[in-house]
């Protein structure tokens, strides 16, 4: 959940809700029972927690940004702000749903500790983030247009997207039995570019002058029209989803 806490709710609702509007395949995988215990790790502006709770399961949503939190608690969720490497749960949960972000947590050995600690045993874990390749054609984008002007600095890539065997090593390494996990190639239609950047590349560029932001932008978009842009279509985003499904044994 890195760089979240410059998250936009409204922005995000606005050009992103493509996130949440894609993720009921994993609601269908993570099958909430009613007066099941649930985290929602990574919770947005709480439309998925909605959605759980619709199962009659009692939904407890943490989330880095502020301004997520704030959008989730009026929907009447119990939201705290926590990164899901300093989760403070133990033994709370019988699953634990995550939806797009994991792919900004680094530390992602250390994050697992945490959902494994926060779960009641046997509990699970469901998730889909970025996975390997997911979104190759925008981080390299991203990289030409940095290594191009040596004053824009280096490129600090926030972003980790794990191969399937790597993840799934990892998750048996801390005591998780993995059902399920499968890389998915997913081209998700976007709005445009420029509001994309403007969500998820934020942080990225947020030492940039107002000028070099801008020129970064349209650098970035020039680059991309080509591969991703079509009349037809118009912005598809080169997206690959890790989704799994793991239980804790230990």
Known sequence: MSNTNQWNADKYKKHADFVSNLAFPVIELLNPQA???ILDLGCGDGTLAVEIEKFNAKVIAVDLSESMVQKTKEKGIDTFVM?????????EFDAIFSNAV?????????????????????????????GYGNIKFLTDAIEEVFNKYQEFGNFNNPWNFPKDN????LLENNGFKVEYIELIP???KIDDISNWLDIFANGIISHLTNEQQVQFKQEVREILKPKIYSEKDGWVADYVRLRLKAYKTV
Not at 83 to 91: G, I, Y
Not at 108 to 121: G, P, T
Request: no cysteine; charged share 35%; net charge positive.
């Open 35 to 37: 007066n099941e215990k």
């Open 83 to 91: 990164s899901a490497t300093d989760l403070t749960f133990e033994n």
């Open 102 to 130: 994991l792919h900004w947590v680094k530390e992602d050995a250390i994050a697992i500790k945490k959902i494994s600690k926060s779960l009641k045993a046997n509990g699970r874990f469901i998730a889909e983030f970025g």
């Open 166 to 169: 790597d993840y799934k090593q």
């Open 186 to 188: 997913r081209p998700t």
